[in-house]
């Protein structure tokens, strides 16, 4: 079982950019598919993005594709969220997760999450 902890988030404005990252322990890190998704208030938990085991595969939300991108250091345990050009509409609660399937974009396929970091952006 692996534990997720998510840091790096807070208050930036339109247009700036803020990393996120997520570190792992407890369990075989290079072994999970890690996930990123957003839930601002009110609304669904929706997928950001998401990276493969080794990392050799990325997937994106079409609202960030171009100003999010994924990443992953297996020696380190973490995974990591950059974010740029950041809008009002993408404050949310930022939450990692961790799976071992191939469903990158359906949250009920994740078995493990953090307990999330809020961003806000201000306009």
């Known amino acids: 079982q692996v534990q997720l902890v998510e840091s790096g988030g807070g208050l930036v404005q339109a247009g700036g950019s803020q990393r996120l990252s997520c570190t792992a322990s407890?369990?075989?890190?290079?072994?999970?598919?890690v996930g990123w998704f957003r839930q601002a208030p009110g609304k669904e938990r929706d997928f950001v993005a998401a990276?493969?085991?080794?990392?050799?595969?990325?997937v994106y939300a079409n609202s960030v594709k171009g100003r999010f991108t994924i990443s992953r250091d297996n020696v380190k345990n973490t995974a990591s969220l950059q974010m740029n050009s950041l809008q009002p509409e993408d404050t949310a609660i930022y939450y990692c997760?961790?799976?071992?399937?191939?469903?990158?974009?359906?949250?009920?396929?994740?078995?493990?999450w953090g307990q999330g970091t809020q961003v806000t952006v201000s306009s």
């Open positions: 997760a961790a799976n071992t399937n191939s469903d990158y974009r359906q949250p009920t396929s994740y078995y493990f």
């Open positions: 990276i493969t085991r080794s990392g050799d595969y990325t």
């Open positions: 407890g369990g075989t890190f290079s072994s999970y598919t």
